[in-house]
């Protein structure tokens, strides 16, 4: 009887030990992933022809460029991604467009510059790391349908590693197409109202 008693006993306190460590290891990774990416943007000027945002002439395109930084802090003990790094623009609400993002350009000088993460904007922020890349987005009138070409506010937007889009509010826009530079504000700007929750 005693050894009936014994071997239960021992039964039952390796499934404890297991289940514990079971429990450790899936709270330590659960704790681990638990962080965020935190967005920051930074109005710059465009190496490509030093000029802020705004909208502009380019030969015969009427277009809106928006040279950025973008700081990627990944506050999570494991690495995020942050895929198809993008400007979309909306009227009254509604989707309209996304925004080209531009990969190369020769600037003024003739050199050739990378934006992204080597022409790409797609990153891979390792754990509690912080990443700063320069992106240039741009877009042209001819590019939207005719009759349907204005927009009233920029978002920038994402993918995370779940494939869920994360989309932020960056700036309202009037007068739409009228060929002007926009402020250029000294501050990093922390984007904090994701509109896809």
């Given at each position: 009887?005693?050894?009936?008693?014994?071997?239960?006993?021992?039964?039952?306190?390796?499934?404890?030990?297991?289940?514990?460590?079971?429990?450790?290891?899936?709270?330590?990774?659960?704790?681990?992933?638990r962080g965020k990416i935190k967005l920051y943007i930074k109005h710059v000027y465009s190496p490509v022809n030093e000029k802020?945002?705004?909208?502009?002439?380019?030969?015969?395109?009427?277009?809106?460029?928006?040279?950025?930084?973008?700081?990627?802090?990944?506050?999570?003990?494991?690495?995020?991604?942050?895929?198809?790094?993008?400007?979309?623009?909306?009227?009254?609400?509604?989707?309209?467009?996304?925004?080209?993002?531009?990969?190369?350009?020769?600037?003024?000088?003739?050199?050739?510059?990378?934006?992204?993460?080597?022409?790409?904007?797609?990153?891979?922020?390792?754990?509690?790391?912080?990443?700063?890349?320069?992106?240039?987005?741009?877009?042209?009138?001819?590019?939207?349908?005719?009759?349907?070409?204005?927009?009233?506010?920029?978002?920038?937007?994402?993918?995370?590693?779940?494939?869920?889009?994360?989309?932020?509010?960056?700036?309202?826009?009037?007068?739409?197409?009228?060929?002007?530079?926009?402020?250029?504000?000294?501050?990093?700007?922390?984007?904090?109202?994701?509109?896809?929750?």
């Amino acid at each position: 009887m005693d050894s009936w008693i014994n071997i239960w006993s021992s039964l039952l306190g390796g499934v404890i030990g297991a289940g514990a460590t079971i429990f450790s290891v899936w709270l330590s990774h659960y704790l681990q992933k638990r962080g965020k990416i935190k967005l920051y943007i930074k109005h710059v000027y465009s190496p490509v022809n030093e000029k802020p945002w705004g909208f502009y002439q380019e030969g015969t395109e009427s277009v809106i460029q928006v040279p950025l930084w973008v700081d990627l802090i990944n506050t999570a003990g494991v690495s995020k991604v942050v895929r198809n790094l993008n400007i979309i623009a909306y009227f009254s609400g509604e989707r309209l467009t996304e925004f080209t993002q531009i990969q190369y350009q020769s600037s003024l000088n003739q050199s050739t510059r990378s934006f992204g993460n080597d022409g790409s904007y797609s990153f891979v922020i390792p754990p509690n790391s912080v990443m700063r890349e320069r992106v240039m987005f741009m877009l042209k009138l001819s590019e939207l349908v005719p009759g349907n070409t204005s927009f009233d506010k920029l978002c920038l937007s994402y993918f995370d590693e779940f494939e869920k889009e994360h989309i932020y509010y960056v700036a309202n826009i009037e007068s739409c197409w009228k060929f002007r530079s926009f402020s250029r504000p000294r501050e990093w700007i922390k984007l904090t109202n994701d509109i896809i929750k």
